[in-house]
Nanobody, 123 residues
Framework: QVQLVESGGGLVQAGGSLRLSCAAS???????MGWFRQAPGKEREFVAA?????????YYADSVKGRFTISRDNAKNTVYLQMNSLKPEDTAVYYC????????????????WGQGTQVTVSS
């Protein structure tokens, strides 16, 4: 069992930046990790993922590519999502998740989820 706790959300103006953190209750060095988000009235969607093996391959949704960066610090059991050039359409609850198997882009590939952190981008 892995417990995940997100932090770092908040209110920011368009063009601003935030860094989200996801702290795990135990070692997650053997898990790929992902970030998803869910806006009101919409489905939860993939944002970014990072592999667990050395070299840490990263994967991004087209909507955030070039603006968001996912990273991890296995010594701290923490995954980060650096979000730059934020837009109002990035407003959502952001969730981190531990990958089990399968396509990184799919919700069903993840076993454990955090409770989420709210990100609101004002125009």
């Amino acid at each position: 069992q892995v417990q995940l706790v997100e932090s770092g959300g908040g209110l920011v103006q368009a063009g601003g930046s935030l860094r989200l953190s996801c702290a795990a209750s135990r070692r997650t060095f053997s898990y790929a990790m992902g970030w998803f988000r869910q806006a009101p009235g919409k489905e939860r969607e993939f944002v970014a993922a990072i592999s667990w093996w050395s070299g840490y391959s990263t994967y991004y949704a087209d909507s955030v590519k070039g603006r968001f960066t996912i990273s991890r610090d296995n010594a701290k059991n923490t995954v980060y999502l650096q979000m730059n050039s934020l837009k109002p359409e990035d407003t959502a609850v952001y969730y981190c998740a531990a990958h089990h198997s399968g396509n990184y882009y799919l919700r069903g590939s993840y076993d454990y989820w955090g409770q989420g952190t709210q990100v609101t981008v004002s125009s």
